[in-house]
Each structure stands twice: as structure tokens, then as C-alpha cells.
């Protein structure tokens, strides 16, 4: 599980045995940090045009690998960190350009500025 990574995350709570709902989620974490089984991760949802005016939603187009069927924002005011095992089945992966747009929404949101 790598930084820039999209995989379906089980939304039931871990150690749980029953499926559930799955959501679409990326990964922030760094590669370095890997003491613990937790990733920083961000929901994805589906993109609705309304979503443009808010500084917080990145929209991501399906690129090439990236396991995105259509076009979808990442919302950055739903950062959190999950259990690894709630990562159930790896999508594809982002292109780095999109992750810092990630980033930069996330830095928006706690800062409250644009880097």
C-alpha cells in the first residue's frame, strides 16, 4: 500500500466478517511512515459539476491505471487515517501531479491558503 494509491476501503469496522459497504479512497501516507498499520487516506466520490466552486473537492478524471471508471473528486475535509485492513482491494494508482492537488486542497482546508 503506497502513496498515490486508490483502493476500495471497507466501511464496516475492522475485524468485522461481513461485507459491507466499500468506498473509493486514495492514499496520502508517505512511504516512510509505516510503523503502525494505518494510512492517511482521502474519500473519493463521484464529481458533480456543483463540486468546481469548492476549493476543498479535487476532481480526477479516469486516467490511464488509475482504476477510476469516471471522473471523481476527492474531498479533503474527509481526511482520515484507517486501518490498513479496511483496505480491501487495491484500484490503480494516481499520477503525482493529482496528488499534490490533493495536498494542496488538504493544506487549504487546515490552513486556510493555498500553497
Do not use: C
Amino acid at each position: 500500500m503506497f502513496r498515490g494509491e486508490v483502493w476500495q476501503m471497507s466501511m464496516a469496522k475492522p475485524l468485522v466478517s461481513s461485507e459491507g459497504d466499500t468506498r473509493m479512497v486514495v492514499i496520502l501516507s508517505s512511504d516512510a511512515m509505516g510503523a503502525l498499520p494505518l494510512k492517511v487516506v482521502v474519500p473519493l466520490t463521484p464529481w458533480k459539476e456543483g463540486y468546481a466552486s469548492a476549493p476543498w473537492m479535487v476532481r480526477l478524471p479516469p486516467v490511464l491505471h488509475s482504476g477510476l471508471e469516471s471522473s471523481m473528486a476527492a474531498d479533503a475535509l474527509q481526511v482520515r487515517s484507517v486501518s490498513t485492513v479496511r483496505l480491501i482491494k487495491r484500484m490503480g494508482e494516481l499520477p503525482d501531479g493529482f496528488i499534490t492537488q490533493i495536498t494542496g486542497a488538504i493544506s487549504l482546508v487546515l490552513e486556510g491558503k493555498n500553497q
